[in-house]
């Protein structure tokens, strides 16, 4: 079993820049794909990133480019760098591992990962 926990959600203006964390506790096993997941209101959940277990990194086209995805295993800890925030980025967001591939975690809707984290509210405005 894992246990997720998101921080670092915020309110920030359009432009802004934000570093979400994921602390990762249990059995931890480097061959896990993990990634994020958002949810904006009234819309179906987007994965926007994902890293294998070789840290190879896959971006959903709306934050290629913005959105920055590592991963620290010395403390099992999962990151999302965001740049460049815009209002459409407005959104829950959630940390998930156990995924089959970081490929369709960035274009299916509604990705299916085991373990799920709680989610951290981040809010852009204009």
């Known amino acids: 079993q894992l246990q997720l926990a998101e921080s670092g959600g915020d309110s920030v203006q359009s432009g802004g820049s934000l570093r979400l964390s994921c602390a990762v506790s249990?059995?931890?096993?480097?061959?896990?794909?993990m990634g994020w997941v958002r949810q904006a209101p009234g819309k179906e959940r987007e994965g926007i990133a994902a890293?294998?277990?070789?840290?190879?990194?896959t971006y959903a086209d709306s934050v290629k480019d913005r959105f920055i995805i590592s991963r620290e295993s010395a403390n099992n800890t999962l990151y999302l760098e965001m740049n460049n925030l815009k209002p459409e980025d407005t959104a829950m967001y959630y940390c998930?591992?156990?995924?089959?591939?970081?490929?369709?975690?960035?274009?299916?809707?509604?990705?299916?990962?085991?373990?799920w984290g709680q989610g951290t509210q981040v809010t852009v405005s204009s």
């Open positions: 998930a591992a156990g995924c089959a591939s970081t490929w369709i975690v960035v274009t299916a809707t509604n990705p299916i990962f085991n373990y």
């Open positions: 249990g059995t931890v096993h480097s061959y896990f794909c």
């Open positions: 890293i294998d277990q070789t840290g190879v990194a």
